[in-house]
T-cell receptor
Framework: DAKTTQPPSMDCAEGRAANLPCNHSTISGNEYVYWYRQIHSQGPQYIIH???NNETNEMASLIITEDRKSSTLILPHATLRDTAVYYCMHASGGSNYKLTFGKGTLLTVNP | GAGVSQSPRYKVAKRGQDVALRCDPISGHVSLFWYQQALGQGPEFLTY????????KSGLPSDRFFAERPEGSVSTLKIQRTQQEDSAVYLC?????????????FGEGSWLTVV
């Protein structure tokens, strides 16, 4: 199974940037890093993914280290609605289709 | 539809009862996935379809679990003789065609409680 390591919980003040780290030392050369989040009672929501270059979309930025063994998800201006469990993953399986969720990081955005 | 649709949203089953959970993927999506999420845990992979072909069912926990996608669109996850440990959220997801870098979109899940 593809393993990642994330802190179990983090806090962030509303309006500040939230930086969520992830270690993925077992990632192979052709595997993308994926970030999803799950707000209570909802299905996982796609945030962003990347291979080796930094990526940015309307939700977040993804910074991947040069050796690709770790990454950081950045929410530039966290809001209360960003409180959720954030999952970092890389795909596995013969065709790299299987996303393996860990326990994720519970991000709590405080007013 | 606009997103992955699952039904029923909530199901209470008596132990020993059979249940069927339905998934309508995003229109045109070739790949379909089922995940199981126990309380307080991350989702765990159950099975994967490409069109109507079930290419991976390695995550199905027992032979009481069966999934099908006969016409390559709607999928059904069936659980026979439900047991209390089957209580979980069952998540369906789809993607246009699974290749590295494609996005998987999840539904809201079917919450199953076995009493």
């Amino acid at each position: 199974d593809a393993k990642t390591t994330q802190p179990p919980s983090m806090d962030c003040a509303e309006g500040r940037a939230a930086n969520l780290p992830c270690n993925h030392s077992t990632i192979s050369g052709n595997e993308y890093v994926y970030w999803y989040r799950q707000i209570h009672s909802q299905g996982p929501q796609y945030i962003i993914h990347g291979l080796k270059n930094n990526e940015t979309n309307e939700m977040a930025s993804l910074i991947i280290t040069e050796d690709r063994k770790s990454s950081t998800l950045i929410l530039p201006h966290a809001t209360l609605r960003d409180t959720a469990v954030y999952y970092c993953m890389h795909a596995s399986g013969g065709s790299n289709y299987k996303l393996t969720f860990g326990k994720g990081t519970l991000l709590t955005v405080n007013p | 539809g606009a997103g992955v649709s699952q039904s029923p949203r909530y199901k209470v089953a008596k132990r020993g009862q059979d249940v069927a959970l339905r998934c309508d993927p995003i229109s045109g999506h070739v790949s379909l996935f089922w995940y199981q999420q126990a309380l307080g845990q991350g989702p765990e992979f159950l099975t994967y379809f490409q069109n109507e072909a079930q290419l991976d069912k390695s995550g199905l926990p027992s032979d009481r679990f069966f999934a099908e996608r006969p016409e390559g669109s709607v999928s059904t996850l069936k659980i026979q003789r439900t047991q209390q440990e089957d209580s979980a959220v069952y998540l369906c997801a789809s993607s246009a065609i699974w290749s590295l870098g494609n996005t998987i979109y999840f539904g809201e899940g079917s919450w199953l409680t076995v009493v």
